[in-house]
């Protein structure tokens, strides 16, 4: 922690430390408002952006839209600004994965004075709402994010082999599905084929492309049920996550019930002679040196 | 209660009090009789309104299917009425959710005099069914659905976690979309890019919105890769929910046993000559050296 | 049973009892052959029916198809024939469950002599596959299909609430779309709309009918969305069932250990006195009449 | 083994025992490498046949691409002639499931030399990634599929059964919408409308052919729903094999516990004087009258 913190001298420092408590911290009211308050701008700024790309709107309302894009970049680049000046490690929080989020949600704006159009790449600033997660309910919800990464981590090597294996169906499938139908029917290379068999193994089935041929239909066919059966394997993924955490939650139970049987079993006397404990509720001598017990 | 059911001094107050049981009772064969004959009534306005809209029966029968309406609503009309005659406390009634869909299911037949079509919303009084699952079998239904709520409020930052990654991965690869791909390839704004990619990643894929581009294509593939892996997360939400009310049940059965091992078993008397401990609940003799028990 | 079967007076009556038991039965060499013989009969036959209305085939083979189709039909009808002659109680058969399937599955080609076209129905025969389970292993087929039937009757409650709540959600998004779209945007009517909730909210998304106003879109999101998370419901049906046995499974291994504890910690001593029995393994004296045992 | 591996007489001898190291195992960082690097010429190689399918690049870059692909079949000629010959048993290897992978890898670019355009086949080597689960960590990826392997065996009598249902339903719903929709509505035979309701039971919905009829479309809404409901018959499938699984482990846990407790704690010696019982495993005195006990 700089020593501005810990001990302000100047106003500044004053300042510093109570924007600090404001802008990281959510547990006072002020902070909560102002988490809050950056959640509905970003979703406003979010939606200006949107609304830009909608011709009807964009046509009507061009300019009120350009100003509104421009108040919200200010403000975000003023935070921005605040967030580095009173963080107590500024370089730290500039080259984290939130500092570079927030330093990508205003350099659009920014650019668009250069390059035209590029200002729409700032509705990636909905990224800054992972953050927000605290707003709701802290701790609950950092808990069961937590969670699933955890549990994501756990079931590291089955995610690979679920995405191997479909990886390889899907050229493998694709190759064939090329093969039979051919560029008349519009398969018209590999690639696009293998996009087709993504859409149906995944159950997507845009409709696009579609087999034309006996062979391709029947092959397609497998390969729907194939997809629709193959959905399990990630449901079963987190399911075996889950009845592991069952499981463990049951058997710390028992294991908290058997030491309170321990407890209960064994008395609390301790033998006068040689100070040896663990004897039976039951029990008139001491286990280790016969010395009689004074219940 | 108003005193007219506890204490009916005239006949409408018996009246009312017999009514009261037939609409708002279930366990007698009037008040079954009633629900079933209301449900029947609700799916047949439904169908009548319905039938309205398609071109081929309206032009062939449009007055019958307007008097049908008419006479449905007249039913519905008496029926509120009625409901809140016989009501303990009419306005409690009146503007419980109950209340206002009875109400709102009769009103737009009455607006349609004034405001052409607007009694087509009366399909909405579809609502009212909701009432009606105690037709079938109430303590199960009921209990059916109130354990679901409790599943749902359980889990209720799960699903919000959910929601919000889904509506940031929506914007997200929405707004790359519309880069990529481009107004010329039917992704006309973002809006419609981030209605493209949520009809992809909850593997509906209408097809009316396809990439062309490589670049689109590839990162569709993944999108619906992540969509398919994704809906395990709703799985597993409920499947946390069912394992934790079996991991309850199983300890719940635990200790139900070991408190019977504890009680039943052993009751806490100490033989008066040998000071021996853990007799038999129904011992006379001591096991240990044959002494009678003082029970 | 017929007399005939116990007590064959006449080679007729061997004749049906050999039958009997290659017809209905599956231990026996000649049952299973007979078995697996009819189960490629009634695929040959529905191969046939299909490629009949493949106009490409029927065009070279037309005569060659229908000669097929009548040798089949012959072969069932000798067969369901058969099946009453040996039957040790005809009517029995003739009006059970698979009785009627086997007659519906003849009844079609001699009904094409008066009515054109009518034998395409005989396809519905392959409904005869279902008898057909048996030919690979019988118990374990019979015994899941049966534990299936248990698991749907127990959750049939939960069932009905899910297609319940279906309905009413696909009846009033439907009525709302109709409303929202209008017939100038291809929701022709309430019927239609209310297919179109169907397509979208199980995810199959035939992308015929595609909503096109931005309210219209909106709606479909959070319908899609919906889709998505219900499909967890049929899950969580089948999920608590299978929790429930496992569950049973757990308590019913506790119980048996626990029976093991019980009858090894009480020795099986019976007091020669009282003709107690139960007492502890360590017990010398009778706890019930205070008699020493004779361990 | 062959006597050149155990007992190498030439140089020729180590060179095939050096290679067969780097070849067949993993453990060495010459191994590891070697795999690593036909990981990537696999993939390489695969995305070059690929592209030359699209017709954009292989206009512009045509020869280029040939030559790539001879390049990366003479590697893997190569390399499947090395595998030959440091083989210990050649034919065993030659005839083994991945030999054969490996071969067919191989074939269709010398095929192409005399059929034109049957190297395309070659992207079928995207196969021998499978025996490249190996790269990543070995031992957990080898054990989940083989865990995998295990649960599928297991729940084979159950997939057979889904399998089974799914074709019954197939076949009947697509015989009934070709009668109620027809070949002017585009279910134009048997066949194809057999693939339409595969299409719509697994949720893929092309939307080439959509029912027109009220009635085909009552009943393809019935398909929609069983569909979307059906596919908890998969997902249970895995969940029961999970739940056993669990089962398995916490019962396992039990009788850990179980023989713990009665190893660890109480010893089996008798007491020479009050023939107590149940003393401590470290006891050296009788806890009940203070004699030593003589272990």
């Known amino acids: 922690m700089p020593n ?11 300042f510093r430390q109570k924007m600090y408590i404001i802008i990281y911290g959510v547990n006072t009211p002020a902070g909560k408002a102002f988490d809050i308050g950056l959640l509905i701008a970003i ?14 709107i964009d046509h009507t309302y061009h300019k009120e839209l350009i100003v509104l894009e421009w108040i919200f970049t200010i403000i975000f680049t003023l935070e921005y600004a605040l967030r580095i000046f ?10 984290s994965f ?20 590029s200002h729409i790449l700032s509705s990636l600033r909905i990224l800054r709402l992972l953050r927000l997660f605290r707003i709701f309910r802290l701790i609950e919800f950092v808990e069961e994010s937590s969670r699933l990464k955890v549990a994501l981590m756990a079931s590291r090597a089955k995610i690979l082999v679920f995405l191997y294996t479909v990886l390889i169906i899907a050229v493998l499938i ?4 090329y093969y039979i139908e051919g560029p008349e029917n519009g398969f018209t290379s590999i690639p696009r084929s293998v996009f087709y068999t993504i859409v149906t193994l995944t159950t997507v089935g845009y409709g696009d492309m579609v087999p034309t041929t006996a062979l ?3 092959l397609s066919m497998i390969l729907m049920v194939t997809g629709y059966g193959i959905i399990a394997v990630p449901t079963g993924i987190v399911g075996v996550e889950v009845a592991k955490e069952v499981g463990k939650r049951i058997s710390q139970q028992q294991q908290d019930k058997d030491k309170d049987k321990e407890h209960n079993r064994l008395n609390g006397i301790v033998c006068s002679l040689c ?14 040196c016969g010395h009689h017990l004074n219940t």
């Open 216 to 218: 391709g239909q029947f």
């Open 174 to 177: 694709g190759t064939l599905m």
């Open 4 to 14: 501005y913190f810990e001990n302000p001298k100047s106003k500044l420092d004053l």
């Open 275 to 288: 100070n040896q404990e663990g004897h039976r509720d039951d029990a008139q001598y001491c286990y280790n």
């Open 86 to 95: 009173v963080s107590k490690k500024p370089f730290r929080y500039i080259f």
């Open 43 to 56: 979703l406003l700024s979010v939606f200006t952006i949107m609304a830009e790309t909608v011709e009807g």
């Open 98 to 117: 939130y500092g570079i989020i927030d330093f990508l949600s205003i350099l659009p704006m920014f650019l668009s004075i250069f390059i035209t159009g």
